[in-house]
């Protein structure tokens, strides 16, 4: 058996931006690599917070959504926190609505 040859990648090697842990992507082409265990969901705001900028209506809040890794479940969560809710699939979750587990 041969061993493996291991090459480092540089920091500023442009694939790094396409790795993650999930890949969120919308019908209009969005993509957007999940790198870190909570993402924020959010309005395009000059405060920034938002990790995915959903757009600039205020019917987005600035703080609209969660997508956490629970590891005991060992998936991604969505947790809703701005008032109007989110729609998935025809549903809408609502900040009152437990965690949707995630899947592909």
């Known amino acids: ?7 480092a990648i540089s920091a500023d090697d442009p694939r790094l931006d396409r790795c993650g842990f999930a890949k969120l992507q919308g019908a209009d082409g969005f993509e957007f690599f999940v790198q870190k265990y909570e993402v924020v969901l959010g309005r395009k705001s000059s405060s920034g ?16 959504a969660t997508i956490t890794f629970n590891f005991t479940a060992g998936a991604f969560e969505l947790t809703v926190l701005g008032k109007n809710g989110v ?3 025809g549903t809408l979750y609502t900040p009152t609505s437990p965690p949707l587990r995630l899947s592909s």
């Open 87 to 89: 729609d998935v699939d």
């Open 49 to 64: 917070g938002a990790d995915v900028v959903l757009g600039d209506s205020m019917g987005i809040s600035r703080r609209h």
């Open 1 to 7: 058996m041969m061993a493996g040859t291991v090459t």
